[in-house]
């Protein structure tokens, strides 16, 4: 089988071959193939000029953009690494994530404390000359650089090779319409995985990517016109994003031009699930499993002649992929069960960069020979039919608005203030969320410390979503177990009764 092209000559092939062709809609503006492939080769001469030495990687700090995306096309026909990670962390764990990952430097848009070189795809770089073909790229070569969460502490930085890239393109392609034709929405930010799908993949085939604006990423109306009025055929999202749009289509009328949804990042709640038919008339549901580190793993298609009900299984394995469960002795299950779920994608990471991988990517004694697994920290039940769903996780991560938030690493940010005493954070069901976090929390003394204050300490420290979103202020120690830790379910039971 022959191996497929790597992003940048996908992208280029596409330009070349239809560079009139629709690529980017932003702003009510339209991107061509020819445009962006333009913008992509003058950042390019930008990239070469300001890291001159291919073997090291450069950090980007982007907001989404057309020039955004031209800049990520540049690294990528330059042949330089890029670590992209959420430009709403904050300064201090981002110029450690440059750091750990070796940048040579950090390339930006606009001026920034962190930008050391401003990239302006959109004018003349000084010698860029006519086009050239993308750099010579093998197999193994870094690409992409991208985070985790950070929910545990500083995000991990997971690479993607290009030819892992490449063939999550390629099975991007045959399982979905990415081509000429085709509307893609892409709603999350542009350092999430699931762009490698919406953005990068229908820019591969030779689609149109319609660009949500992350700062009006919960206007459903505007949303709803997106989708309406650009003709979407694809919308890949977590479930805030289909509830948006089901809470629009009320006034506004159902979406007719969506062919596929593919629901990813979370569990899709029971009261979304049954508000997507009227919705979206014409439209084939697949519940999309995966993770940063290993990019998709199984993929569902829900039968809409049957009754549909919530958790949706997470079905069967892509081509090419290996998985099993664990039972509690560490062996792996050989029939229906549950377990933790190990799995081996061809698409996933050799390895964090910043962290060791331990236990985490490992082959195990029950695989196959060879094969390194990923440690997923899900527990998945094994059903009669030979289908997978996701019960939940094996320690305190859940997610909020899509994002993986460790309530426990969120109590020790608080319990660093100096001001706090104690300090416990539950996460209560949330419709539209997922999950909201609570944070009950003692003060060291009367006034020593204020909801705002605590607000900003940790917003300072983690990812939005890590931020809880009430803060309770109580003058009585905490209730404890009999082991005397902190009895969270006592307090989660006292917020839900009350």
Known sequence: MTAPLPLAAAFTARAARRPSAPALVWEGRTTTYGELHAMACRARAQVEAAAPHPGRPVGLRLRKSPEAVALVLGCLMAGRAFLLPSHELPDLPLKELYQQAGCAVVLGLTGDPLVDVVVDPSGAA????????????????????????GSTGLPKIVPLSQGAVARFTAWAADTFPLGPGSAVLNYAPLNFDLCLLDVWSTLARGGTVVLADPERGTSARYLHDLVAGHRVTLVQGVPLLFELLIRAAAGAGPLTTPEHLVLAGEAMPARVLAGLPGVFPHARWFNNYGCTETNNSFLHEVDRTAPVSAPLPIGRPLPGVRWLITGDDGRALTGPGQGELLVSTPFQTTGYV?????????????????VVYYRSGDVARWHEDGSLSVLGRTDHMVKVRGTQVSTQHVESILLEHPGVAEAAVVALPDPVAGHRLHARVRPAAPGSVGVLALRQYCAERAVRAAVPSAFEMVSEPLPRTSTGKVDRNRIRESLSTA
């Open 126 to 149: 000084p010698g860029a000359g006519a086009p050239r073909p993308p750099a010579g790229v093998a197999e193994g070569d870094t690409g992409f650089l991208l985070t985790t969460s």
């Open 354 to 370: 910043n962290v060791p991988g331990g236990p985490k990517f490992a082959p195990h004694r029950d695989g196959v020979p060879g």
